[in-house]
């Protein structure tokens, strides 16, 4: 009888192993894939078309936390918050609106792009005997009328701890579970004036639960049964770097349009995102709760085809390579107290 309960007991942890185990979560072997779409990423995706496209430049996404990873063993130079948040934050521009409502530029690798168009302009004057720059080979580069600044400001460990367990008679389990707290900064400064136009703060919780079980008690005379089993869920940091920075650009362009910064393509079809954002940001509505109208918003609305408009003759997405005479004539001030052009093409008052 002792044999038969000792071989149930084994099977059943065994079981529990195999079923949570690294296997079927895919953690000893998975192929290469893609990056999950988030729900911050799906909002931000399926944000309204603006009105026009926003020139901006990001020189950098930095950690100012200047916090290390937590080692058991001692000190550690691995750092607690990723250190690409700069890549994470053009990716979210990007995004936002599937590709309509910013042109980025790049700025953060600036000195090697420059070197790469310095290399093209000595090769073609060695074989072929330029002697001044080829507009058509070597066109000017874009530049932005806003500069993205901001960075990684808090990233809070264990606020919030806990967990619970039971036990009988050498036989039970318990979970644990802790949560860290990650928060990003984002701010719009004009090229033309250094003014602040809009900021944003955002945070993110990042979870991490373990659950285990075991026994230990004596099933005959000088025969112990000892068996454990657990496993362990952390959400990536990266991760909830992601998140925090999409939902910041998300913030930025609603607070832009709030302060008449740049505006929808259809503004009044673009009132109710803007509602639900002004309702949670003065606490009247969760951001599980904006999260749930957004989906049931996208399962309502009918599939749409993203084609690419191409300008005539010089093959480039309109928009997105403007004429620099036109870029100058739309960042030249239209007076001597004309404020930053906003970037839907408003000018207003200096504000006193």
Known sequence: MRHLLIAALCAALGACASTTGPSQTGLMTSAPRLGVATSSQEALAGLPPPARKVAVAVYGFNDLTGQFKPSETGQTLSRAVSQGGGSILVKALQDAGGRSWFTVVE???????????????????????????????????????????????????????????????????????????????????????????????????????????????????????????????????????????EKAVYALVMEGVELKLWDFADPIGGLIALDRYKQERAGLLSAEQVEKLQRQDRRNAPARTTETAFAPRTGRPQGVAEPVAQQARDSTPRGPTAAPAAPGGRTGRTRG
């Open 107 to 245: 700025r953060e690798r600036l000195d090697n792009l420059l070197k790469e168009r310095q290399i093209i302009n000595e090769m073609r004057a060695r074989y072929l005997g330029e002697r001044s720059v080829n507009v058509d080979a070597l066109p000017a580069m874009l530049f932005a009328g806003i500069i993205l600044e901001g960075g990684v400001v808090g990233f809070d460990t264990n606020t919030m701890t806990g967990g619970a367990g039971a036990r009988f008679l050498g036989v039970g389990g318990d979970v644990k579970y802790r949560q860290d707290t990650v928060t990003v900064y984002l701010r719009a400064v004009s090229v033309r004036s250094g003014e602040v136009l809009a900021s944003v703060t955002t945070s993110k919780t990042i979870a991490s639960q373990a659950i285990s079980g075991s026994a230990f008690r004596y099933v005959a005379y000088k025969e112990l049964l000892e068996a454990e089993t657990g496993v362990t869920f952390n959400e990536p940091d990266q991760l909830a770097l992601q998140q925090a920075i």
